[in-house]
T-cell receptor, first 115, second 110 residues
Framework: DAGITQSPRYKITETGRQVTLMCHQT?????MFWYRQDLGHGLRLIYY???????DKGEVPDGYVVSRSKTENFPLTLESATRSQTSVYFC??????????????FGPGTRLTVT | RKEVEQDPGPFNVPEGATVAFNCTYS??????FFWYRQDCRKEPKLLMS???SGNEDGRFTAQLNRASQYISLLIRDSKLSDSATYLC???????????FGAGTTVTVRA
């Protein structure tokens, strides 16, 4: 089915381990985003990408790495997971719409727990 | 100052009631405005775009006031299924990143 998917949906890992969260979209949207959402903080932008091989830091990039070798995929890697990275992670994508609007469409999220 | 500010609520209303709430934005260059809905930390979903002239979608009405830099959402004849967190979202013209408010929680009771 067309849309945006994330995997895994749930992940428990230990402190210090490397974890990769996957995001895949079938709309050929140029723009992709990673957010984390914690109670009391709302959505916070981690990294974003305007196209394949173009990525940039958002509000809270420390401890994360991204890549985008293909338009449809935007994986997020936690290089050495810490307990403070326990969160719900949402991937989103968008394209330039009418009147230069850029509404985003979100994946179902990955609930990550770092023990 | 946050780019987008919302009253977190919660707004507790009985079924059938009307509920309205606002959000304010700080960047006068903001061009596009949206309301998203989020259920129980599931993914945010686009509820409606907000146009300069205001717009309706069924029981939902959105308004934009550029002079005072706020947008509003009104829900008429509230249903239990309207219980959710409503996110106010803004972006500056031709900037593909969006600014999200922290959300307003609405709880509709039977």
């Amino acid at each position: 089915d067309a849309g945006i998917t994330q995997s895994p949906r749930y992940k428990i890992t230990e402190t210090g381990r490397q974890v990769t969260l996957m995001c895949h979209q079938t709309w050929s949207h140029s723009y992709m985003f990673w957010y984390r959402q914690d109670l009391g903080h709302g959505l916070r932008l981690i990294y974003y990408s305007a196209a394949a091989d173009i990525t940039d830091k958002g509000e809270v990039p420390d401890g994360y790495v991204v890549s985008r070798s293909k338009t449809e995929n935007f994986p997020l890697t936690l290089e050495s997971a810490t307990r403070s990275q326990t969160s719900v992670y949402f991937c989103a994508s968008s394209a330039r719409g009418a009147e230069a609007s850029y509404e985003q469409y979100f994946g179902p999220g990955t609930r990550l727990t770092v023990t | 100052r946050k780019e987008v500010e919302q009253d977190p609520g919660p707004f507790n209303v009985p079924e059938g009631a009307t509920v309205a709430f606002n959000c304010t934005y700080s960047n006068s260059a903001s061009q596009s405005f949206f309301w998203y809905r989020q259920d129980c930390r599931k993914e945010p979903k686009l509820l409606m775009s907000v146009y300069s002239s205001g717009n309706e979608d069924g029981r939902f009405t959105a308004q934009l006031n550029r002079a005072s830099q706020y947008i509003s959402l009104l829900i008429r004849d509230s249903k239990l299924s309207d219980s959710a967190t409503y996110l106010c979202v803004v972006n500056v013209w031709n900037d593909y990143k969006l600014s999200f408010g922290a959300g307003t929680t609405v709880t509709v009771r039977a």
